[in-house]
């Protein structure tokens, strides 16, 4: 098996939490697991350490990566700039088109309940309001970023308040962007990016 589609899988695993922070990684485990020697293993495992998924532990074995509080804000604080950046390239390109879509893609994220169904929405509304930024490592750096801090993510049930919140966060960036004003969008995006769930909830769908 391609390496590669080891570290796909283990990543939707860490990122799912099928695989939740500081579960040890054995090769021989993995190994069997994919039906492969170690070897595509280790350079599956090579390529999330570069990511920041998998850490090194003092026993040189690794581990899923934890992501404290400090971790969070730091992550949250980054996007503020990158994302900040790539809708301030972004929305002067904008067309309608892109816009239309943003708005379904907003609309159909109140009513989804499916995790993994909020999750591909949400990326695809950042996506479709970034897209026209003419940066593809911009984008890249983006989709980084989101996959590093998705760790932590739990969709909120459905009516929730904080659900309320982001929906009305997106609904908010979304007027801005309509109104071109590019000041007032990155302002409501950097709002929207540093959101933070009451005390006892995990979730995190921005």
Same mark, same amino acid.
């Given at each position: 098996?391609? =390496?590669?589609?080891?570290?796909?899988?283990?990543?939707? &695993?860490?990122?799912?939490?099928?695989?939740?922070?500081?579960?040890?990684?054995?090769?021989?485990?993995?190994?069997? !697991? *994919?039906?492969?020697?170690?070897?595509?293993?280790?350079?599956?495992?090579?390529?999330?350490?570069?990511?920041?998924?998998?850490?090194?532990?003092? &026993? !040189?074995?690794?581990?899923?990566?934890?992501?404290?509080?400090?971790?969070?804000?730091?992550?949250?604080?980054?996007?503020?700039?990158?994302?900040?950046?790539?809708?301030?390239?972004?929305? =002067?390109?904008?067309?309608?088109?892109?816009?239309?879509?943003?708005?379904?893609?907003?609309?159909?994220?109140?009513?989804?309940?499916?995790?993994?169904?909020?999750?591909?929405?949400?990326?695809? *509304?950042?996506?479709?309001?970034?897209?026209?930024?003419?940066?593809?490592?911009?984008?890249?750096?983006?989709?980084?970023?989101?996959?590093?801090?998705?760790?932590?993510?739990?969709?909120? =049930?459905?009516?929730?308040? *904080? !659900?309320?919140?982001?929906?009305?966060?997106?609904?908010?960036?979304?007027?801005?962007?309509?109104?071109?004003?590019?000041?007032?969008?990155?302002?409501?995006?950097?709002?929207?990016?540093?959101?933070?769930? =009451?005390?006892?909830?995990?979730?995190?769908?921005?």
């Amino acid at each position: 098996m391609d =390496p590669n589609l080891i570290a796909d899988a283990l990543r939707h &695993d860490i990122e799912t939490r099928a695989l939740p922070p500081d579960t040890v990684l054995r090769q021989e485990i993995l190994a069997t !697991r *994919f039906g492969v020697s170690r070897q595509p293993v280790r350079q599956a495992l090579d390529r999330l350490l570069a990511e920041g998924l998998v850490v090194r532990r003092s &026993d !040189r074995g690794l581990a899923v990566a934890g992501l404290t509080a400090e971790d969070a804000r730091e992550l949250a604080a980054l996007r503020v700039l990158v994302e900040g950046e790539a809708l301030r390239l972004s929305l =002067p390109r904008l067309d309608a088109r892109a816009l239309r879509r943003a708005e379904r893609l907003a609309e159909d994220l109140v009513e989804e309940e499916n995790p993994a169904a909020i999750e591909e929405l949400d990326v695809a *509304f950042h996506a479709a309001l970034y897209g026209a930024c003419g940066s593809a490592r911009l984008l890249r750096l983006i989709d980084g970023l989101r996959r590093e801090g998705r760790r932590a993510y739990a969709a909120q =049930p459905k009516g929730s308040a *904080f !659900r309320a919140a982001l929906a009305g966060q997106h609904e908010t960036i979304l007027a801005a962007c309509r109104a071109g004003d590019i000041a007032a969008a990155t302002a409501a995006l950097a709002a929207h990016l540093q959101a933070v769930p =009451p005390p006892g909830d995990t979730g995190d769908d921005r």
